[in-house]
């Protein structure tokens, strides 16, 4: 007679496998509840959860976390001990940033407006990332991930391996809840944040860290955004669905074909289609995945877009665009492109349960001016930083989103650590927009090849990195501080100031003449004929920012 199966293994494979979700939160819940572990003893639950869980399928799993928790930058869980981080979003970003706040130690919560991840479209992965994921258990989880030549998956699967590594590492990850801003201390409470419900418990929830990973346009207040914007480009992603058979094994993927390098295929198109691209992308994964560069003219003619308008944001806005000729537009542009071995192409269901084709201007890029940011109230700061699309919006072409999303994850950590371990704000902030500056150079060639030794430590991944190459004066006006409580400092220097207007004027040209010293041809004596030839200004920049001259 056959042993009688652990309930706990069974939940175990249950949670493993859990295909939404709902689904991991409720296996979760129920494996704590057979191993008579809380979820919210953040500070021992992992450690309670292997001792509990003695089951071979978890030892793989457990191997692969020790390993990365036993870094030399976590300092055995105990760098950020006394830290309480908000992350904000349960994007892919937001919880690889959780997962890394939680091995320094710190009490980590995660917030998401959504109930189920229903993301199709497909992220392109660098080898680092791969790396990174398989180091997690990924496998473990997705017996499909990565193997043979892939290098993509689905968000979707992405933030179900992510949520499975957090929840077990003793992260709390509450969705179905809004965030709707910061509430500022008050005598009795520190930083919080108001949601929506009200009643929610993660209300209660004080912090001294927040991180957003809110995604596009959410920024927090605090940070300015620049708008990049290229000549227009049209990208169109579709997904249809993926019955798993051997007709639809057999087609090929297309890793990237554009114009350039296949003139034939896209005339070829053009001529017995009218649909003109500039490339297009196909992966399989969870959905038969297309992604396209379409040309204006052609969107015009096949009726996807009503009217001409010079201002991309009437071109494309929905009263403008015709969804059901989109549609067949795509349809059409990915049975052509797989030689007609889709035969039975139908769109997947997106979350709003229709057809799952989307059309976008991606040349107009945002990203943030700065990644972090400190504001003190009462006597109490709070380190701001953000991460993912709310810091730099990913150029699809290149599949830079997820790698430099991870990237930026591993930075913020870092910062989060130097704030636990009681480092200045000012030094914490210098040292955040210094390692920010690489972030949007960063390709697979000139980021380090010895995956197994990356971390948090910036240094173990960028191969030239200055942390100090920003100085604590120049972010200054990263933080805002107590406005009812100015410090000394700035009464006196208020005033000096309305005392004798004169003396700030001399002041500042001392200042001036002190920092522009000993440049050729500059020779400040005031504030007119001293600027003319524009030498002493870019003396000034050269002095404090000397990689812009």
């Known amino acids: 007679m056959a042993d009688p199966v652990n309930p706990s293994h069974a939940t175990f494979d249950l949670f493993v496998q859990a295909k939404t979700c709902q689904e991991v939160k409720k296996?979760?819940?129920?494996?704590?509840?057979?191993?008579?572990?809380?979820?919210?003893?953040?500070?021992?639950?992992?450690?309670?959860?292997?001792?509990?869980?003695?089951?071979?399928?978890?030892?793989?799993?457990?191997?692969?976390?020790?390993?990365?928790?036993?870094q030399e930058a976590y300092q055995q869980g105990k760098a950020c001990l006394k830290n309480k981080c908000l992350v904000l979003g349960a994007g892919p970003c937001g919880l690889r940033t959780a997962i890394e706040l939680s091995l320094l130690g710190a009490q980590v919560v995660v917030l998401e407006k959504r109930g189920e991840f229903t993301r199709n479209n497909v992220l392109h992965l660098w080898p680092f990332t791969i790396y990174d994921l398989r180091e997690l258990g990924a496998k473990k989880f997705y017996g499909k991930f990565c193997s043979g030549s892939l290098d993509h998956i689905s968000i979707r699967q992405l933030q179900l391996i992510l949520l499975k590594v957090c929840l077990l590492l003793g992260v709390e990850v509450h969705t179905e809840v809004e965030f709707q801003g910061l509430i500022e201390p008050t005598g009795e409470t520190g930083w919080m944040a108001k949601l929506q419900p009200q009643s929610h418990p993660a209300t209660a929830f004080q912090f001294d860290v927040f991180i957003s990973a809110g995604g596009g346009r959410f920024v927090p207040h605090g940070f300015k955004h620049k708008e990049m914007r290229g000549k227009l480009a049209i990208g169109i992603t579709a997904n249809f669905i993926n019955g798993n058979t051997a007709a639809e094994a057999q087609v090929?993927?297309?890793?990237?074909?554009?114009?350039?390098?296949?003139?034939?295929?896209?005339?070829?198109?053009?001529?017995?289609?009218?649909?003109?691209?500039?490339?297009?992308?196909?992966?399989?994964d969870d959905t038969h995945y297309f992604v396209m560069t379409a040309k204006k003219k052609s969107l015009l003619k096949k009726g996807v877009i009503k009217q001409d308008y010079s201002n991309a944001e009437q071109l494309l806005a929905p009263a403008n665009v015709d969804h059901v000729a989109l549609c067949i537009y795509a349809h059409d542009a990915a049975y052509f492109s797989t030689g007609g071995k889709l035969s039975d192409l139908q769109f997947a269901q997106n979350h709003a349960g229709q057809s799952d084709v989307a059309m976008f201007d991606f040349t107009c890029m945002h990203r943030s001016e700065n990644a972090s940011h400190v504001r003190e109230r009462r006597g109490k700061k709070l380190l701001i930083a953000l991460v993912g699309d709310c810091l730099v919006e990913p150029f699809w072409p290149l599949g830079t989103g997820i790698a430099r999303g991870f990237f930026a994850a591993f930075d913020t950590a870092w910062i989060v650590k130097s704030w636990g371990m009681g480092v200045p704000h000012l030094k914490v902030l210098a040292e955040r927009e210094s390692i920010y500056q690489l972030l949007s150079q960063t390709t697979p060639e000139n980021t380090s090849k010895n995956y197994s030794q990356y971390s948090i430590d910036p240094k173990t991944r960028y191969q030239r990195v200055n942390l100090s190459s920003i100085q604590a004066h120049q972010v200054q006006h990263l933080y805002d501080g107590d406005k009812t409580r100015p410090s000394s400092t700035t009464q006196d220097s208020q005033c000096v100031m309305r005392r004798d207007p004169a003396s700030g004027f001399e002041e500042l040209l001392k200042w001036c003449v002190k920092h522009t010293n000993g440049h050729k041809n500059v020779n400040v004596k005031d504030f007119t004929q001293s600027w003319r030839s524009g030498l002493a200004l870019c003396a000034l920049i050269h002095h404090f920012r000397p990689k812009l001259m």
């Not at 992992?46 to 036993?70: F, G, M, Q, V």
């Not at 896209?266 to 992308?281: G, H, R, S």
């Open 252 to 284: 090929a993927e297309i890793s990237g074909v554009a114009r350039i390098y296949n003139q034939k295929f896209f005339q070829e198109l053009l001529n017995q289609t009218d649909i003109d691209l500039e490339n297009i992308v196909y992966y399989k």
């Open 27 to 70: 296996h979760f819940i129920e494996l704590c509840r057979q191993l008579h572990i809380d979820p919210k003893d953040f500070r021992s639950f992992y450690t309670k959860i292997k001792e509990r869980l003695n089951y071979w399928k978890a030892k793989a799993l457990w191997t692969k976390l020790d390993k990365r928790a036993s």
